[in-house]
Structures are given as structure tokens and as C-alpha cells.
């Protein structure tokens, strides 16, 4: 009687723990709830393009997301997935568009997940610059990006023209499409210099420029592993 109840007790234990990664921290909405779909066939372009204006904090479980040109234009934003392989948010198109782009927001963060360019869909190379998994504009800062993976972007995996982001135990690999001018992130500027730009214990691999790309001034960029 007593090794069924220790049994019980376990099997308890083992359940409470396989959900607890699927716990939604505060505020969090799971996307799936909200009719998005992991399921590496649908086109969430546009009802994620909607729900984006009018959420905030949205939760991803593992699971392939197939979208395009997403635009996130408001601050205090945060999406969050699984892990790195486990939650793929993937281009849908085999056109050169970025998978999301930042516009004059502040206080964003993205953590857990896979930032999949789709260029190893694409029939060609495109012409000139290709489209990055992530575009931080001007006018956005505050950005930390931690434990995420961007790849399969042609040129630019992430492309930065923004201030105070912080990158953290990320991974950058290219496209095996393109061999030129690939970059994991390539920081543009202009005239005005990028600001407080942190690389941590990340990993580039498969770039055939450089791991780091600027062809402007900037200051105070940290870069250690």
C-alpha cells in the first residue's frame, strides 16, 4: 500500500513538472488561445499582425509559427517560447521581406525561441541586401534579446539601428543559399551612432563577412564570451 502511494506521489510530481514549463508568468497570453497556429503549415501573418497592436505580452509554446513582415510599433512588449529548436517563428513567404521589424518601441524583449529567415526556401538569392530575421529601426531602444537563435536570413540575420540592445546567449548561422556579405548583425546608423550595443556569449557560425558588422561609427558597443 505504501510503495502505491509513493508511486502515486511521483507520478504526481512528474506531471506538476512537465506543465510547469508551459506556465504562463504574469499578464502572459498563450498564442494559441488567441487562434495562432504552430503548426509549420498556416500563414498567421494576418491575425498575428492584429493582435500584436493589442497585445503585449504573448506566450509562443513550442511549435513552428509561419508568418511574414510583421511590424511590432509599440513599447513594453514581450514574446517568449520554449527554447531554442522548440518555438520557430519562421518566414512564410519566398519573398525578400524581413520576418519582424521594430518601429519606435521601447522596451522590448524576446527570449526563448528560433528566428528562422526562411531563406532556405527561397528559389534564388535576392537582389542587393536580403532581409533580416529581425530589423531594430531607429527610434526603438531597450532591446534584450536572450537564448535566441537567428538564421537562415540572407546578409543580415539582425540588422540594428536602434540603441541599448542587448544580445545574450544567442546563436547566429546564415543561409546555405548565399555566400557573400553574410553577417549574424550588421549595425547601421548613419549619421546619428549607435548607443550601448551589447554582445554576450553568443555564437556566429556560417558568415561569411563577419560575426559583428559595422560601417559606421559607434560607441560603447561590448562584445565578450
Same mark, same amino acid.
Given at each position: 500500500?505504501?510503495?502505491? =502511494?509513493?508511486?502515486?506521489?511521483?507520478?504526481?510530481?512528474?506531471? +506538476?513538472?512537465?506543465? &510547469? &514549463?508551459?506556465?504562463?508568468?504574469? %499578464?502572459?497570453?498563450?498564442?494559441?488561445?488567441?487562434?495562432?497556429?504552430?503548426?509549420?503549415?498556416?500563414?498567421?501573418?494576418?491575425? @498575428?499582425?492584429?493582435?500584436?497592436?493589442? +497585445?503585449?505580452?504573448?506566450?509562443?509554446?513550442?511549435?513552428?509559427?509561419?508568418?511574414? $513582415?510583421?511590424?511590432?510599433?509599440?513599447?513594453?512588449?514581450?514574446?517568449?517560447?520554449?527554447?531554442? !529548436?522548440?518555438?520557430?517563428?519562421?518566414?512564410?513567404?519566398?519573398?525578400?521581406? +524581413?520576418? @519582424?521589424?521594430?518601429?519606435?518601441?521601447?522596451?522590448?524583449?524576446?527570449?526563448?525561441?528560433?528566428?528562422?529567415?526562411?531563406?532556405?526556401?527561397?528559389?534564388?538569392?535576392?537582389?542587393?541586401?536580403? &532581409?533580416?530575421?529581425?530589423?531594430?529601426?531607429?527610434?526603438?531602444?531597450?532591446?534584450?534579446?536572450?537564448?535566441?537563435?537567428?538564421?537562415? $536570413?540572407?546578409?543580415?540575420?539582425?540588422?540594428?539601428? !536602434?540603441? $541599448? =540592445?542587448?544580445?545574450?546567449?544567442?546563436?547566429?548561422?546564415?543561409?546555405?543559399?548565399?555566400?557573400?556579405?553574410?553577417?549574424?548583425? +550588421?549595425?547601421?546608423? %548613419?549619421?546619428?551612432? @549607435?548607443?550601448?550595443?551589447? =554582445?554576450?556569449?553568443?555564437?556566429?557560425?556560417?558568415?561569411?563577412?563577419?560575426?559583428?558588422?559595422?560601417?559606421?561609427?559607434?560607441?560603447? =558597443?561590448?562584445?565578450?564570451?
Amino acid at each position: 500500500m505504501k510503495l502505491k =502511494v509513493f508511486l502515486s506521489f511521483l507520478l504526481l510530481i512528474n506531471v +506538476h513538472l512537465c506543465f &510547469a &514549463a508551459n506556465i504562463l508568468s504574469y %499578464g502572459e497570453e498563450n498564442v494559441t488561445t488567441l487562434g495562432i497556429k504552430g503548426d509549420g503549415l498556416t500563414d498567421n501573418t494576418k491575425l @498575428l499582425s492584429q493582435i500584436v497592436k493589442t +497585445h503585449k505580452n504573448l506566450y509562443f509554446p513550442r511549435g513552428t509559427y509561419l508568418f511574414k $513582415a510583421l511590424v511590432i510599433s509599440q513599447s513594453d512588449v514581450s514574446i517568449r517560447g520554449d527554447g531554442i !529548436g522548440l518555438t520557430i517563428l519562421k518566414s512564410s513567404g519566398l519573398v525578400n521581406d +524581413h520576418l @519582424l521589424t521594430l518601429i519606435d518601441s521601447q522596451n522590448i524583449n524576446i527570449s526563448s525561441l528560433t528566428m528562422d529567415g526562411g531563406g532556405d526556401l527561397m528559389p534564388k538569392p535576392p537582389k542587393g541586401d536580403g &532581409a533580416s530575421c529581425l530589423t531594430i529601426s531607429r527610434g526603438t531602444s531597450k532591446v534584450v534579446l536572450k537564448s535566441v537563435q537567428f538564421k537562415n $536570413a540572407f546578409n543580415k540575420q539582425v540588422t540594428v539601428l !536602434g540603441s $541599448a =540592445v542587448d544580445f545574450t546567449d544567442c546563436s547566429f548561422s546564415g543561409s546555405s543559399k548565399i555566400n557573400q556579405d553574410l553577417d549574424g548583425i +550588421h549595425l547601421y546608423g %548613419g549619421t546619428k551612432r @549607435l548607443i550601448a550595443i551589447k =554582445v554576450l556569449n553568443c555564437k556566429f557560425e556560417n558568415l561569411t563577412r563577419s560575426g559583428v558588422y559595422s560601417d559606421i561609427l559607434v560607441k560603447n =558597443v561590448q562584445i565578450s564570451r
